[in-house]
T-cell receptor, first 114, second 117 residues
Framework: NAGVMQNPRHLVRRRGQEARLRCSPM?????VYWYRQLPEEGLKFMVY????????ESGMPKERFSAEFPKEGPSILRIQQVVRGDSAAYFC????????????FGSGTRLTVV | AQKITQTQPGMFVQEKEAVTLDCTYD???????LFWYKQPSSGEMIFLIY??????QNATEGRYSLNFQKARKSANLVISASQLGDSAMYFC??????????????FGTGTLLAVQP
């Protein structure tokens, strides 16, 4: 049973470009969380999605960031017009239900904006 | 405010000795969950141990145990018989209002543990 798969593992973008980060949850998991880890910091919650629905996006920056989890396919975190401050590690976690502990995290996508 | 505090930026421990990593939390919720994660230099987040606020016994998982002191709002991680492979960043985290609509984790800033041979 494959774990949470995130790709790409590393992503380099120039300022102003778009970044697309993908997360395939574990088989049977329909809940996805995205977290961001800035250098030298802990992870910070961004958004929580269930299939086709955004449940909680209270941690998402108001502009340039969006997330989706379609009925088919991976969850996508999209960052438009990236800036240097977006450089961070972005982690996805999945769970089978809401009330669940021990989420499985992916290995993260390291975004570098140059 | 809901917050996790880890006051030790870095720790050294000798191989085979025990080490305690400190964590205090702040929440007004009655139902909450406390977690510890390990992040090795390769970057992935590895779940170690969980403690529920209503659990009366301290959680244990192999060499990991969680010293839960509810009145003091502390959830320290104890690693017994340290191994070189334990060298990593360790994060304490909390889900406040556990069982609510969104179980989002609040993380501390982490403690970097270095195990010396």
């Amino acid at each position: 049973n494959a774990g949470v798969m995130q790709n790409p593992r590393h992503l380099v973008r120039r300022r102003g470009q778009e970044a697309r980060l993908r997360c395939s949850p574990m088989k049977g998991h329909s809940h996805v969380y995205w977290y961001r880890q800035l250098p030298e910091e802990g992870l910070k919650f961004m958004v929580y999605l269930q299939k086709e629905n955004i449940i909680d996006e209270s941690g998402m920056p108001k502009e340039r960031f969006s997330a989706e989890f379609p009925k088919e396919g991976p969850s996508i975190l999209r960052i438009q017009q990236v800036v240097r401050g977006d450089s961070a590690a972005y982690f996805c976690a999945s769970s089978p239900v809401t009330n669940y502990y021990g989420y499985t995290f992916g290995s993260g996508t390291r975004l570098t904006v140059v | 405010a809901q917050k996790i505090t880890q006051t030790q930026p870095g720790m050294f421990v000798q191989e085979k000795e025990a080490v305690t990593l400190d964590c205090t939390y702040d929440t007004s919720d009655q139902s909450y969950g406390l977690f510890w994660y390990k992040q090795p230099s390769s970057g992935e987040m590895i779940f170690l141990i969980y403690q529920g606020s209503y659990d009366e016994q301290n959680a244990t998982e192999g060499r990991y145990s969680l010293n839960f002191q509810k009145a003091r709002k502390s959830a320290n991680l104890v690693i017994s018989a340290s191994q070189l492979g334990d060298s990593a960043m360790y994060f304490c985290a909390m889900i406040p209002n556990y069982g609510g609509a969104t179980n989002k984790l609040i993380f501390g800033t982490g403690t970097l543990l270095a195990v010396q041979p």
